[in-house]
């Protein structure tokens, strides 16, 4: 098994292989062609609609989520993804839409923006730190530099990011992670349901789609093959709401006593390819393609994330950084440069000092921490991070999700 890719090159796979894909801005792998505002059917083509299109527009019970839910767009690049409040300054969505590369490289951090509210009240901010060079530290995600290939690790695309305002304030989504069978029944109830940003849906309104059925295994799709082919499989989420592009990031929420409430996060569409992908310079899937199930991550794996997020106090300034990094090589966890800077090797540090005193594995650089650091012993096990350990590149990032990111310009609302 191995992912396909929109861009990069070719990238073949035996047939029968089992790959994520996205969708490109000239056409997309999908089952059918499909109509839209604006669009000619010719280019519209959707990766993961099942049966007939039933996205609609929000209803008006559902209404006050479009202050919740918005836009995560680089305006430098013109990339497009949902996210959604978490908290009046984070806000939650698919690590790929930050860390993915484009046609450009990497995307820079200062081009992002989240948008949300109805026209004419659209509320934006930028990620927190840009002004201090320190964007990076405000960002938590499951995985920066995503496996491609067995064991995937597609449970882990998440990310909460901290917002430069609190445009969040009083229109948090609260996150709840239940059990597979517990989602499975709720599914079958018919209160799971999505809301999305799509670019081919009513000029970049929010979309509604339900029914939406979440199970642990489809079809061809066996609980046995997700749990060997994808690591944390637990927090692997099959779901077939009907989805199009950019609505990677956006919440799966479940109906319940007082109000919805958010247990996954849209990532990718997982398809069954019957032939070999095309040889050529392209890279494009050469065959039909049939599409088993939408993925997403259960919130479990970032639920407890969230109140850590928002509170925490980081360190900004070079001169603090360099006294956390320090401190780290002293105790043994860090073999890299002391340059003040925050990236990789300083998260990957942190992670594993967390870890050795059992507790989440933030990896962000604290106030708290640089305190808690001078007080702690050094471990006896000599094996700090170093460089050749960390992978910085961010190419496989490429994931092949649905972000079907790439489109000539940013949307206008």
């Given at each position: 098994?191995?992912?396909?890719?929109?861009?990069?090159?070719?990238?073949?796979?035996?047939?029968?292989?089992?790959?994520?894909?996205?969708?490109?801005?000239?056409?997309?792998?999908?089952?059918?062609?499909?109509?839209?505002?604006?669009?000619?059917?010719?280019?519209?083509?959707?990766?993961?609609?099942?049966?007939?299109?039933?996205?609609?527009?929000?209803?008006?019970?559902?209404?006050?989520?479009?202050?919740?839910?918005?836009?995560?767009?680089?305006?430098?690049?013109?990339?497009?993804?949902?996210?959604?409040?978490?908290?009046?300054?984070?806000?939650?969505?698919?690590?790929?839409?930050?860390?993915?590369?484009?046609?450009?490289?990497?995307?820079?951090?200062?081009?992002?923006?989240?948008?949300?509210?109805?026209?004419?009240?659209?509320?934006?901010?930028?990620?927190?730190?840009?002004?201090?060079?320190?964007?990076?530290?405000?960002?938590?995600?499951?995985?920066?530099?995503?496996?491609?290939?067995?064991?995937?690790?597609?449970?882990?695309?998440?990310?909460?990011?901290?917002?430069?305002?609190?445009?969040?304030?009083?229109?948090?989504?609260?996150?709840?992670?239940?059990?597979?069978?517990?989602?499975?029944?709720?599914?079958?109830?018919?209160?799971?349901?999505?809301?999305?940003?799509?670019r081919d849906y009513r000029r970049w309104q929010l979309a509604f789609s339900t029914p939406c059925r979440v199970r642990r295994e489809f079809h061809a799709l066996s609980l046995r093959q997700v749990s060997r082919e994808f690591r944390d499989s637990e927090n692997l989420l099959l779901h077939k709401c009907d989805t199009g592009g950019a609505s990677s990031g956006s919440?799966?929420?479940?109906?319940?006593?007082?109000?919805?409430?958010?247990?996954?996060?849209?990532?990718?569409?997982?398809?069954?390819?019957?032939?070999?992908?095309?040889?050529?310079?392209?890279?494009?899937?050469?065959?039909?393609?049939?599409?088993?199930?939408?993925?997403?991550?259960?919130?479990?794996?970032?639920?407890?994330?969230?109140?850590?997020?928002?509170?925490?106090?980081?360190?900004?300034?070079?001169?603090?950084?360099?006294?956390?990094?320090?401190?780290?090589?002293?105790?043994?966890?860090?073999?890299?440069?002391?340059?003040?800077?925050?990236?990789?090797?300083?998260?990957?540090?942190?992670?594993?000092?967390?870890?050795?005193?059992?507790?989440?594995?933030?990896?962000?650089?604290?106030?708290?921490?640089?305190?808690?650091?001078?007080?702690?012993?050094?471990?006896?096990?000599?094996?700090?991070?170093?460089?050749?350990?960390?992978?910085?590149?961010?190419?496989?990032?490429?994931?092949?999700?649905?972000?079907?990111?790439?489109?000539?310009?940013?949307?206008?609302?």
């Open positions: 098994m191995q992912l396909a890719f929109p861009d990069p090159g070719p990238y073949s796979s035996g047939a029968g292989a089992i790959s994520i894909v996205a969708d490109t801005a000239n056409g997309d792998t999908a089952e059918k062609a499909v109509s839209a505002p604006g669009r000619s059917p010719s280019r519209l083509r959707l990766a993961a609609v099942f049966g007939s299109d039933d996205r609609t527009r929000v209803p008006a019970r559902y209404r006050h989520l479009e202050e919740r839910i918005g836009l995560f767009v680089n305006r430098l690049v013109g990339t497009q993804c949902t996210a959604f409040c978490v908290a009046p300054g984070v806000i939650a969505t698919a690590s790929h839409c930050l860390f993915r590369r484009t046609a450009f490289g990497p995307q820079p951090l200062a081009g992002f923006r989240f948008e949300v509210g109805r026209p004419p009240h659209v509320r934006q901010s930028r990620i927190s730190g840009l002004r201090e060079r320190a964007a990076l530290q405000n960002i938590l995600a499951g995985t920066v530099n995503l496996r491609v290939r067995p064991p995937i690790d597609a449970a882990n695309d998440w990310a909460l990011v901290r917002l430069e305002k609190p445009i969040c304030r009083g229109r948090v989504l609260p996150v709840r992670g239940l059990s597979p069978m517990a989602l499975e029944q709720a599914a079958s109830e018919n209160r799971v349901f999505q809301i999305s940003y799509h919440p799966l929420l479940i109906e319940a006593p007082g109000g919805p409430y958010v247990v996954g996060i849209n990532v990718g569409t997982y398809v069954q390819s019957r032939t070999p992908l095309d040889q050529s310079r392209t890279g494009r899937l050469a065959a039909s393609m049939q599409t088993i199930a939408n993925t997403a991550v259960n919130a479990r794996a970032f639920e407890a994330y969230v109140p850590l997020m928002a509170k925490a106090r980081l360190l900004v300034r070079r001169e603090r950084l360099r006294q956390l990094q320090a401190r780290l090589r002293e105790l043994n966890f860090y073999g890299g440069p002391i340059d003040g800077l925050y990236g990789h090797m300083t998260r990957v540090a942190i992670q594993a000092y967390e870890r050795s005193r059992k507790r989440p594995p933030l990896g962000l650089p604290t106030v708290e921490l640089l305190r808690e650091l001078g007080d702690a012993p050094p471990l006896p096990v000599q094996n700090p991070v170093r460089a050749h350990q960390v992978q910085a590149s961010m190419e496989t990032m490429s994931f092949i999700v649905k972000s079907r990111d790439r489109s000539g310009s940013s949307p206008q609302r």
